[in-house]
C-alpha cells in the first residue's frame, strides 16, 4: 500500500539512484539536459579559446610592431600578460570539463540504462575541449621559445 509520504527519509542522491522505467517525457527531459550541457561546455570552449587567442595576439603584436622594444620592461610586460591570458584560457578549460564531466556522472546516475534510458553519447564537447586545450599549450611554448 502507497502512501503520500513514501520517499520521505531517502536523501535526494537515493531517490534518484532509484531505478525507474523511462517514459517519453523524462527521455525528453534527458535529451534536452544533455543537449543545455554540451551548449554550456562549447561557450566554456568558446570563452576560453577567446582568452588563449587575445593573449597570443597580445604578445605577437608587442613583438612585432616596431618601435616596441624601446625597453626590455615594455616588451617583457606584453609577454607576460599575454602569457597569464593564455594561462587563464588554459584553467577555464580545465575547469569547464571537470564540471561537465560531473554533471555528466550526474545524469548517468540519476538516468541508468537499466531503466530504459539511452546511453550516454560520446563527450565530442569534452574532446575539443581537449584539443583546445593541447593548442594552447603548443602557443605557450611558441611564446616562450619566441621571445
Known sequence: MKTELEGVGLTLTEQLAAPTQSDPNSRLALIRTRLSQDRTMLSWIRTSTSLITFGFG???????????STGPSHSMAAYHFGSVMVAIGLMTLVFATIENRGASTVLADAYPISAGYPAQPWPYARILGTFIGLLGIGALLVMQVGS
Do not use: E, L, N
Not at 58 to 68: D, N
Open 58 to 68: 597580445v604578445h605577437q603584436v608587442f613583438r612585432i610592431m616596431p618601435g616596441a
